[in-house]
Every structure is written in structure tokens, then in C-alpha cells.
């Protein structure tokens, strides 16, 4: 598999944006006609992904902005590889717990009342903690709805809020509609295969 370093210019050219943070953060890498992309190598790439997550003006895009981004990523990555074993889950855990180790939620008495204030250790880490917190609270709320997608060779995941929690696709245009072709195909070659004799 290979990995294209192309620049992006501005535009986010992610094929799935707008899921939950933590899963947000993961879908910067992906793959499109078995090329690796990866968002947070590209020259402004961290830019983009601080814009399309809400933090544009209050997290730098410096390198120790993008080490945190990426200490994180690994370890929300390893986290929902479900065919890691103990030790690598254990190890990612940690990785987890060290970025919620540079914030914390400090409450407050505003002007308004109460307030909940996140507190980073610096700006730098602001998006990546948000990350790691936001994935603790998708697992209290509904585990089992954080999944991959079930095409084999995408990397993808989401978070399923359908209804009756069927979602198979990262998107039914990209995937599913892969799948529905590929399931089509089969069935029209076994219908117009020759008999044996």
C-alpha cells in the first residue's frame, strides 16, 4: 500500500468528516484506491483538521500541537482495533491516560452560573485531551456504537446513531455502494456461469 504526501490546499479531503471527535481525529488517516492518506502529514494538514473540529484560533498549529494530535490518535486507534491483544490494549490505555493527564474540566461560578472550563497544560494539547475526553464519554454512553466499517479495506469508523443501530458503511456512496456493486456482480457471474457438465 502506498502513501501519497500530497499537499492539500485548504479544503479538508477526508471522505468522512463530522463524526464524534475521537473518531474524527482517527478518520485523518485513510485510504482511496489503495493509497494511505494521512491528513496530519500533509503541509497544512493539522490547519485543516483545527478548522473542521471547531478549534481554528484556539490551538496553535505547532509541532507540539501535531505530536499531541498524533500520540492521541495512535492511541484511540489501537484502542478500537478490536484484534489488538491485552498488552497492546493496556499499552494504549496508557497512551490514552497520558494525554487526559494534560487537562482537565475545572467547574466554575460564572456570570451566568454554573461553567464548565477545559484547563490544558497548553493550548498545543486543547484538541488533542478533547479528543481523549470525548472518547471516555462515547464509551460510557453507547459502546457498541462505535464501529469500523465493514468494508475490509477501509480504515474508517463511526459512530452509529441510526436508529436501530444497523449501520454497516462509513457511507453508503463510498462503501456501501462498493458493496452493493461487488454483491451484484457476484450474483450476475453465478447466474451466467456455464453448467457443468
Given at each position: 500500500m502506498s502513501t501519497d504526501p500530497?499537499?492539500?490546499?485548504?479544503a479538508d479531503p477526508r471522505p468522512l468528516t463530522t463524526e464524534p471527535l475521537p473518531l474524527d481525529?482517527?478518520?485523518t488517516v485513510w485510504i482511496d484506491e489503495g493509497v494511505r492518506h494521512d491528513l496530519l502529514q500533509y503541509p497544512g494538514g493539522v490547519s485543516i483538521w483545527l478548522a473542521a473540529a471547531g478549534f481554528a484560533g484556539t490551538v496553535p498549529d505547532t509541532p507540539e500541537t501535531r505530536d499531541a494530535l498524533l500520540v492521541t490518535r495512535a492511541a484511540i486507534g489501537r484502542l478500537l482495533d478490536e484484534h489488538g491483544g491485552h498488552d497492546d490494549?493496556?499499552?494504549a490505555a496508557n497512551g490514552l491516560n497520558e494525554t487526559l493527564r494534560h487537562g482537565r474540566i475545572q467547574r466554575l461560578l460564572g456570570p451566568e452560573g454554573p461553567e464548565s472550563v477545559i484547563d490544558t497544560d497548553s493550548p498545543a494539547w486543547l484538541a488533542a485531551w478533547s479528543a481523549a475526553e470525548a472518547y471516555?464519554?462515547?464509551l460510557e454512553e453507547h459502546p457498541d456504537r462505535i464501529r469500523k466499517c465493514a468494508n475490509p479495506e477501509c480504515v474508517l469508523h463511526f459512530y452509529d446513531v441510526s436508529k436501530n443501530g444497523g449501520r454497516r458503511w462509513c457511507s453508503m456512496a463510498g462503501c456501501g455502494n462498493r458493496a452493493k456493486t461487488q454483491r451484484h456482480y457476484t450474483r450476475h457471474r453465478k447466474n451466467t456461469a456455464p453448467a457443468n457438465p
Open positions: 500530497q499537499p492539500t490546499h485548504g481525529l482517527v478518520n490494549h493496556e499499552q471516555l464519554r462515547l
